[in-house]
């Protein structure tokens, strides 16, 4: 992985939260989160999207590394593969929400295009 956010975690606390993150998101479709949280969220979703178009062995060990349940892996190779098989990347999309309430923290949803 390139460069990418600290997020005020430690190494290990931080890929678990993304893991989770990117798990829910393509369980779901569409998750709330911080801005910052759905930037990064985005680039790793977007990257298991692309590796589920491939469909081959390899893509789908590659993705079960980083996507825990493995019914989220199946339903990503079967439906939302071949829904964007036609496009070159952006599955995804982030609109922002506005501050939060309790820390003021921008939030945004990411959802599916």
Do not use: C
């Amino acid at each position: 992985m390139a460069w990418q956010r600290k997020l005020g975690r430690p190494t290990d606390q931080r890929i678990a939260m993304l893991k989770n993150l990117v798990t829910s998101f393509l369980k779901h479709g569409k998750i709330v989160t911080t801005v910052t949280r759905a930037k990064e969220t985005q680039k790793l979703a977007e990257k298991m999207i692309t590796l589920a178009k491939k469909g081959d062995l390899h893509a789908r060990r590659q993705v079960l590394s980083f996507v825990k349940d493995q019914s989220v892996t199946k339903a990503l190779f079967d439906d939302v593969a071949s829904r964007y098989n036609e496009r070159n990347g952006g599955y995804t999309r982030i609109v922002k929400l506005g501050p939060r309430r309790g820390d003021g923290s921008e939030m945004a949803v990411l959802e599916l295009v």
